[in-house]
Structures are given as C-alpha cells and as structure tokens.
Nanobody, 123 residues
Framework: QVQLVESGGALVQAGGSLRLSCAAS????????MAWFRQTPGKEREFLAH???????YYADSVKSRFTVSRDNAKNTVYLQMNSLKPEDTAVYYC?????????????????WGQGTQVTVSS
C-alpha cells in the first residue's frame, strides 16, 4: 500500500503561483511514477503531468508552459509548481502513484491516490 498526502492548496489571485506537495509512503518511492491530476465538479479527472522514476517528465499540453513537476526522492515527495495561474485552474488537485515505472496519463493506470487539495484562483 502507498499512502499519499497532498498539501499546498490555497486561494491565489490570477497570475500568481503555488507549489503543491505530495508526500508518499513506501521504501521504493524512487521507482514510482508520480502524477498530478485535477478535477472540477461534473468533469472527469484531468491529467496534468507525471514524473517517472528516472526523472523524466511528461505534461498535458494545457499546462506544459506553466506547470513543472519535480521530485525529491530523499523526502519521498513530489511537487507541482504552478505559475501564471488562471481562474480556470481552479480545481481539486490530486497526486497519484504507480509503483511500476510506467508512462501513463490515464487515471485508471494509477492505483494510489491522495485525498486532494483545493486550489482556487480568483480573477
């Protein structure tokens, strides 16, 4: 079992920045593919980015110029740096984990999820 705890969600003005964190349990965290998704009411969970065990990253086109995913394996933590935030970025943000070093963007490929953290961007 892998437990994930997100933090860092907040209310921020448009144009601002936030950094989300996700702390993970597990002795082999460095091998996990870690991903970030977001969801708004009535919509499907949207893939944002992932970072694989070797550090390679992959982004959704909608955020690749503004968001950066990174990881600190010594702290078992993955981050999502979000810049130039827009009101349409308002959502609950989730981190997800797969214990295999896979390349994936579909929610169903990730068996482990955090509880989510709310990001609200005011105009």
């Amino acid at each position: 079992q892998v437990q994930l705890v997100e933090s860092g969600g907040a209310l921020v003005q448009a144009g601002g920045s936030l950094r989300l964190s996700c702390a993970a349990s597990g002795r082999t965290f460095s091998l996990y593919t870690m991903a970030w998704f977001r969801q708004t009411p009535g919509k499907e969970r949207e893939f944002l980015a992932h970072i694989r065990g070797g550090g390679t990253t992959y982004y959704a086109d909608s955020v690749k110029s503004r968001f950066t995913v990174s990881r600190d394996n010594a702290k078992n933590t993955v981050y999502l740096q979000m810049n130039s935030l827009k009101p349409e970025d308002t959502a609950v943000y989730y981190c997800a984990a797969a214990t295999s070093n896979l390349f994936a963007a579909e929610p169903g490929r990730f068996p482990y999820w955090g509880q989510g953290t709310q990001v609200t961007v005011s105009s």
